[in-house]
């Protein structure tokens, strides 16, 4: 059967998202679900989903959540609970693109929602994690970084940059950057979700990030009940799948290819 390649637009939490997909259509492989950063898109990841399709046989959706990307906008400011918010229109993602067997990939922002996602809602259709890093608690360094990012936005040339990837380029940055920013946001904690999880999961950090450390990988650490695996690479900052590929491919094939075996033994045994 032909490769799912595709381009479009889709209803999810009441807005139109863009989305692209790649590799083989959900009928015939598990769907790999990218979830992006914070200031991220569909585009922002650049070569990473071909590259993952053609690696691990598997499909792979990436979409702009709402206020990123192509996808519409959202009203300003955004509520200190966007990322728990966004719980919802994930599961709608899925249902739109009638995907039946998920593993969540998600970076930064993307990682705490899918780990929100699995650690809240009762979807079958979710059979692992894939968590890039991920935070589930504030950090002062971390902060600091996204004040930084704030004064890079309005003094370099960052927000040039930015505005080839998003329509609404003030959303997309101020959504993100406001609320992190906001001082009772300091407080905000959702490591509980930690405590749900029965999936597999894999958690890759860099150990250079300026915008986390590995206290959040220890949280999963110290806090998880379901198969853990982990992937710490030195030298590396905020985006490993794309300073680091060579190592985050690798285990992100192995991982699918594990999940792959189980499933395989599960409906044998069945």
């Known amino acids: 059967?032909?490769?799912?390649?595709?381009?479009?637009?889709?209803?999810?939490?009441?807005?139109?998202?863009?989305?692209?997909?790649?590799?083989?259509?959900?009928?015939?492989?598990?769907?790999?679900?990218?979830?992006?950063?914070?200031?991220?898109?569909?585009?922002?990841?650049?070569?990473?989903?071909?590259?993952?399709?053609?690696?691990?046989?598997?499909?792979?959706?990436?979409?702009?959540?709402?206020?990123?990307?192509?996808?519409?906008?959202?009203?300003?400011?955004?509520p200190l609970s966007y990322q728990d918010d966004e719980a919802g229109p994930l599961g709608e993602v899925l249902d739109a693109l009638d995907i039946k067997h998920a593993v969540l990939m998600g970076h930064s922002d993307g990682a705490t929602i899918a780990a929100i996602y699995a650690g809240s809602v009762s979807d079958m259709r979710v059979r692992g994690l894939i968590l890039i890093a991920p935070h589930f608690f504030t950090e002062p360094g971390g902060l600091e970084a996204i004040a930084g990012a704030g004064r890079a936005?309005?003094?370099?040339?960052?927000?040039?940059?930015?505005?080839r990837y998003h329509a609404n380029v003030d959303v997309a940055f101020k959504g993100w950057h406001d609320v992190w920013t906001d001082p009772k946001y300091r407080d905000w904690n959702v490591a509980d979700m930690i405590d749900h999880w029965r999936i597999p999961v894999l958690a890759?950090?860099?150990?250079?990030?300026?915008?986390?450390?590995?206290?959040?990988?220890?949280?999963?650490?110290?806090?998880?009940?379901?198969?853990?695996?982990?992937?710490?690479?030195?030298?590396?900052?905020?985006?490993?799948?794309?300073?680091?590929?060579?190592?985050?491919?690798?285990?992100?094939?192995?991982?699918?290819?594990?999940?792959?075996?189980?499933?395989?033994?599960?409906?044998?045994?069945?």
């Not at 209803?11 to 009928?27: D, F, N, V």
């Open 153 to 163: 936005y309005e003094t370099t040339g960052l927000k040039a940059k930015l505005r």
């Open 1 to 78: 059967m032909a490769d799912w390649v595709e381009k479009g637009h889709l209803t999810a939490g009441g807005k139109s998202l863009e989305y692209a997909c790649w590799g083989p259509p959900p009928s015939v492989a598990p769907t790999l679900v990218l979830l992006h950063e914070g200031l991220g898109s569909v585009a922002q990841w650049k070569d990473v989903p071909g590259r993952l399709a053609a690696a691990t046989g598997f499909g792979v959706v990436a979409y702009s959540r709402a206020g990123y990307g192509q996808s519409d906008p959202v009203r300003l400011p955004r």
């Open 204 to 270: 890759v950090q860099g150990t250079a990030d300026p915008y986390g450390t590995l206290a959040q990988i220890a949280e999963i650490e110290s806090r998880i009940y379901s198969p853990l695996e982990t992937l710490i690479i030195e030298d590396c900052g905020h985006a490993p799948h794309l300073e680091k590929p060579t190592e985050t491919d690798a285990a992100i094939v192995e991982f699918c290819a594990r999940l792959n075996r189980l499933e395989q033994v599960e409906v044998s045994l069945a």
